[in-house]
C-alpha cells in the first residue's frame, strides 16, 4: 500500500506559467454628480461675486456724515464704541489703501472662476473641476488678505471695528470656502464621476461608452 498512489495531478508547463488575469470591470458614468456639484458651484459663486461687487461698491462711494452716524448707531448696537469722526476716519483709511478695491477684485475673480467651472461641471467637462479649484484657491486667498491687512490698517489708526460676530461671519466664510474647494474633488477623483466627464480620463471608460 506504501508504494500506492491515492491520486496524481500532472500539471502542464503552460499551467504551472500562467497567472490568473482578472476581468476588468467598466466604470458607468454617473452624470448627476457633476451636474448637481455644478448647480451647487454657481450658486456658491454668485454669492462670491455679489460679496467682491459689495466691496468694491463700498470704494467707489462716498460716505457722508449721516451714513456715518447712521453706521455708528449700528456699531453701537454690536457693541463697538466709536464717534462719527472715528468712523469717517476708519472708513478714509481702508479707501486710501485701495483695501475695498483689490479685496474686491479678487472676490469678483475667484467668483467668476467658481462660475465657469460650475457650468463646465454642468456640461460635464473636466476643466470644469480645475477651474472650480483655482476659483475656490483663489477665494480663500482674498479671505486671508483682507483679513490680515484689516488688522494693519486699523492697528495704525488705532481704531477697530471688530466685534464676535465678526468671528462667526468669518468662520462661515472658510467653511464655504472649504465646500468650494472639496466638490469639485468628487467628480474628478470619484470614479463615477469622472466616468461621465469628457475627455474620459480611462480607457476602460471609452470602452464601456461605445459598448452602450
Not at 499551467?15 to 454657481?42: C, K, Q
Not at 468712523?87 to 479707501?95: A, L, N, T, V, Y
Not at 483679513?147 to 468669518?170: F, K, M, N, P, V
Request: proline share 5%.
Amino acid at each position: 500500500m506504501g508504494d500506492d498512489k491515492l491520486g496524481t495531478m500532472i500539471l502542464s508547463s503552460n499551467n504551472l506559467n500562467s497567472s490568473l488575469v482578472m476581468p476588468e470591470i467598466p466604470i458607468r458614468p454617473n452624470p448627476s454628480i457633476p451636474r448637481t456639484i455644478g448647480i451647487f458651484l454657481i450658486l456658491g459663486s454668485l454669492v462670491v461675486i455679489f460679496d467682491g461687487g459689495g466691496s468694491l461698491a463700498t470704494h467707489f462711494s462716498e460716505l457722508s456724515e449721516a451714513g456715518a452716524a447712521n453706521q455708528v448707531e449700528l456699531m453701537k448696537m454690536l457693541g463697538v464704541d466709536i464717534s462719527v469722526e472715528e468712523m469717517i476716519q476708519w472708513d478714509s483709511e481702508f479707501k486710501n489703501s485701495n483695501y475695498h478695491l483689490i479685496t474686491g477684485l479678487i472676490k469678483v475673480s475667484a467668483g467668476i472662476l467658481l462660475f465657469i467651472g460650475g457650468v463646465q461641471l454642468l456640461l460635464k467637462k473636466y476643466l470644469g473641476g480645475i477651474f472650480s479649484l483655482s476659483g475656490g484657491g483663489l477665494w480663500f486667498l482674498s479671505q486671508v488678505i483682507s483679513i490680515y491687512w484689516a488688522t494693519i490698517i486699523e492697528d495704525r489708526i488705532g481704531i477697530s471695528l471688530a466685534t464676535q460676530w465678526d468671528l462667526a461671519a468669518t468662520a462661515m466664510c472658510f467653511i464655504c470656502n472649504l465646500f468650494c474647494l472639496i466638490l469639485p474633488l468628487i467628480p474628478m477623483f470619484g470614479p463615477a464621476g469622472r466616468a461621465a466627464l469628457t475627455p474620459p480620463l480611462n480607457p476602460k471608460i471609452a470602452i464601456f461608452s461605445e459598448e452602450e
